[in-house]
């Protein structure tokens, strides 16, 4: 059973930072390309950041500059550090495992807010 998944969620200031984490189990990690994707209300989800099982990283035009995506083959995690959070960073934040399937957590919501 494939389960991914999130913590590290809540409110935050603006300019302030969020370390999200996603702890996966029941899937080969090291080979499958991992994300963070988020919704906010009303609107699509969207892709924020991957990380390929090579290390390479994309990332959203929009969150260049001040989020980080790593990962940990070791402990099968996925960790999101933002910086210089922005309102419109609000969202509910999923992380994905993609390979020949795509898995999806939870989610946890992210606030920016004064």
């Known amino acids: 059973q494939v389960q991914l998944v999130e913590s590290g969620g809540g409110l935050v200031q603006p300019g302030g930072s969020l370390k999200l984490s996603c702890a996966a189990s029941g899937i080969l990690f090291s080979i499958y390309t991992m994300g963070w994707y988020r919704q906010a209300p009303g609107k699509q989800r969207e892709l924020v950041a991957s990380i390929s099982s090579s290390g390479s990283t994309n990332y959203a035009d929009s969150v260049k500059g001040r989020f980080t995506i790593s990962r940990d083959n070791a402990k099968k995690t996925v960790n999101l550090q933002m910086n210089s959070l922005k309102p419109e960073d609000t969202a509910v934040y999923y992380c994905?495992?993609?390979?020949?399937?795509?898995?999806w957590g939870q989610g946890t919501q992210v606030t920016v807010s004064s």
């Open positions: 994905n495992a993609a390979r020949m399937y795509r898995y």
